[in-house]
């Protein structure tokens, strides 16, 4: 079979809700995927942020596999040795609070939503704050959470009452306060958005108006948790910032789907009790293991030191990009949740990059985004960023070519 019988399968059973790259992928190793045809890459965006202990770690192989021989899925009005561990292991790397696990960071996020609504159903509060540029997922109420309205046309009418405040500005936020805000909710890092990290006094002030008003600070870590920043979750850079909700998926299965909202214990009422809320494949036994797994390399492997030291030299190397480039205006980001933004569209600077054997993201239309595993090493590290030297070397000839050609 090669790449193009694929293709040609896709194009007749497979609805069409994604731009897809001419690329099948086949096997997958650490930081390296190779696809149909045998060609290599250096992925340094695996799964969208899913891998983030790289493709394919033994820890997590070896979950699967131990679990699949004893139970892959229990209902979940029995009880579940695996979940039962994985929510106190989220807990103690968190804060005090209980865990509702679902399949996905926009069901993740669907819970919290619903749960605010609850919260607030008793004094007819119901109105929720997010983000502009921010995103949440592709369900009804995540979409709507999005403040983007690419995501929204054609899916009109939408739910109410979500309202965008400007990221970092807290007084966009304060405009938009009325007697029936129940809720904040955003990112700790825009990843989608293009890697815009909140402020300090950004998240304080949105930490003091949610005490002030008994709102919910809920906080979308779906893509800055599980080491991704440097600490095991985002909000943990920010002193006095403490989460109401918490919202998870992606690295924390690292590789299988599995979404979680943890909530705050200072959150005394029981708000959402039995057949409120439920998913029927939410915390099996298969996927709570392989999230175990995660978890305990973390530490092992002494990941999140690593995350820092490569995060610092993946700045390092490019700023020395930036300096050569001026196609490149600046370095985004925090540890291996980085970005930059260029004066020119992004596209065509990742389908280089593919073409010479390096996976990356393009975002925003000008954002080239970056998210490699947790586990990546200085080597792999040096061997990308030459890959982007070379890329930028020939795009801004040709762009210098085109110029040249036109006066």
């Not at 990843?191 to 949105?206: R, T």
């Not at 973390?298 to 480039?325: A, H, P, Q, S």
Request: net charge positive; with cysteine; proline share 4%.
């Amino acid at each position: 079979m090669k790449t193009t019988d694929v293709q040609k399968l896709y194009n007749e059973y497979v609805m069409p809700t994604y731009t897809r790259l001419p690329v099948c992928l086949v096997k997958g190793k650490g930081s390296r995927v190779w696809d149909l045809e045998g060609k290599e890459y250096l992925d340094f965006f695996p799964g969208w942020g899913v891998s983030c202990l790289g493709h394919c770690h033994p820890a997590v192989i070896n979950a699967i596999k131990h679990q699949s021989r004893t139970m892959l899925h229990i209902p979940n009005n029995f009880l579940n040795i695996k979940q039962s561990e994985l929510a106190s292991e989220i807990v103690k790397a968190s804060f005090p609070g209980r865990v509702f696990f679902g399949n996905s960071g926009a069901e993740a996020n669907e819970g919290a939503i619903k749960f605010a609504k609850k919260y607030g159903g008793e004094t007819g509060r119901y109105e929720i704050i997010t983000m502009k540029r921010s995103f949440h997922g592709r369900t009804i109420a995540a979409m709507t959470a999005t403040g983007q309205d690419k995501f929204h046309q054609g899916f009109e009418p939408l739910i109410e009452k979500f309202h965008y405040a400007e990221f970092n500005d807290l007084e966009s936020v304060k405009k938009l306060l009325t007697p029936k805000t129940v809720a904040i909710m955003l990112e700790p890092i825009q990843g989608e958005g293009g890697i815009h990290v909140a402020k300090p006094e950004f998240m304080q002030g949105l930490r003091q108006l949610c005490d002030e008003r008994d709102m919910l600070l809920i906080l979308d870590e779906v893509q800055t948790g599980m080491g991704r920043t440097g600490k095991m979750f985002a909000y943990q850079h920010y002193h006095g910032v403490e989460p109401d909700i918490m919202t998870l998926s992606k690295a924390l299965g690292g590789g299988v789907p599995i979404g979680a909202f943890v909530v705050n214990k200072r959150i005394r009422k029981e708000v959402l009790t039995a057949g409120m809320h439920g998913s029927t494949f939410g915390g099996s036994p298969l996927v709570c293991a392989a999230s175990l797994a995660v978890f305990k390399a973390i530490r092992k492997e002494k990941l999140l030191t690593n995350t820092v030291r490569m995060g610092e030299l993946l700045k390092i190397e490019f700023e020395k990009l930036r300096e050569k480039y001026p196609v490149i205006e600046e370095y985004r980001g925090m540890a291996l949740m980085c970005a930059l933004k260029l004066s020119a569209p992004s596209a065509p600077y990742a389908q280089e990059a593919r073409d010479r054997g390096l996976l990356v993201n393009s975002t925003q239309g000008d954002v080239l985004r970056f998210l490699p595993a947790l586990n990546v090493t200085a080597k792999e590290v040096r061997r990308a960023v030459a890959i982007l030297d070379q890329v930028f070397a020939k795009l801004s000839k040709k762009q210098e070519d085109c110029s040249c050609s036109t006066h």
